[in-house]
């Protein structure tokens, strides 16, 4: 019996500027921002939340717990 059915993001891709750009997830999917942004709003990925930021985009973050090693950007990457 699975209790969690979501998925997690378990590794990320960055651009030159270290803006996040693609996720790999727990079952080994690979989504662009766009994709996981999508993911994340429908509640399909775990330990994240979506956000306005101050340029009126969307964002994807962490869900706040006060442990910094599982950050987004603490993930290892993935080419």
Partial sequence: MEMNTRESFIAVQKNGDG????F???????????QALQEVKAGAIA????FKGRDGEMH????A?????NNLDALPRFE
């Fill in 65 to 69: 717990d006060g442990d910094p090693t």
């Fill in 47 to 50: 330990g994240v939340n979506v």
């Fill in 19 to 22: 803006d996040l750009t693609a």
């Fill in 60 to 63: 994807i973050r962490g869900d």
């Fill in 24 to 34: 790999k997830t727990s079952s080994g999917r690979v989504l662009d921002y766009e």
